[in-house]
């Protein structure tokens, strides 16, 4: 499936205006959900590495606009996250929510892990590195696996869009074709 460019910055413009509206109250345990990663992961695991990479990065780079941290801070982990993920596609049975889900976890918890550490060397205020070994384990504890759980819900929920994306719209569930 190739993912195409229209539809990649609708998608995150709407993700970006979602996340940074709507989201704001839909915390929980002060968590929300990170929506233009979890579309990178869904993205590239169906669409593959190169693409991945490429809806990251323009996921990175929206995320950068409205963080307004450093530039390309976010581009850069996004389209990596994006590479890594669309390489997993290749081994993995691509048409079963629990695989996504599961991918999910793992590339959430690795991209907060990395954003955190990232911070730290950047000489960012609220960084794990900044409290030590105690604090990253809070990071990690708090923050990060609520923050994967959170994603793998989100990732439910994109599924079957980014599914009937790829196969022209229509879903065969339950003996009956859906068309989005």
């Given at each position: 499936m190739k993912i195409k460019l229209p539809f990649a910055l609708l998608t995150i413009s709407i993700l970006l205006l979602l996340q940074t509206t709507l989201l704001e109250y839909v915390e929980i345990a002060g968590v929300k959900p990170n929506l233009l990663?979890?579309?990178t992961i869904?993205?590239?695991f169906?669409?593959?590495s190169r693409e991945g990479a490429a809806?990251?990065?323009l996921a990175g780079l929206a995320q950068d606009m409205a963080t307004g941290i450093i530039f390309g801070f976010y581009a850069i982990i996004g389209a990596a996250a994006g590479f890594i993920t669309g390489l997993i596609n290749?081994?993995?049975y691509r048409d079963n929510m629990i695989v996504l889900v599961l991918v999910?976890?793992?590339v959430t918890l690795i991209y907060e892990s990395v954003v955190s550490l990232l911070y730290g060397r950047a000489g960012l205020?609220?960084?794990a590195l900044a409290g030590g070994p105690a604090k990253y384990w809070f990071v990690i504890n708090r923050l990060i696996l609520p923050e994967a759980a959170y994603n793998c819900a989100v990732a439910t929920a994109l599924y079957l869009p980014v599914l009937a994306r790829e196969k022209n719209g229509k879903i065969k569930a339950g003996?009956?074709?859906v068309t989005y």
């Open positions: 990663l979890t579309f869904c993205a590239a169906y669409a593959g809806v990251g990065a290749r081994r993995l999910t976890f793992l205020h609220g960084s003996g009956k074709t």
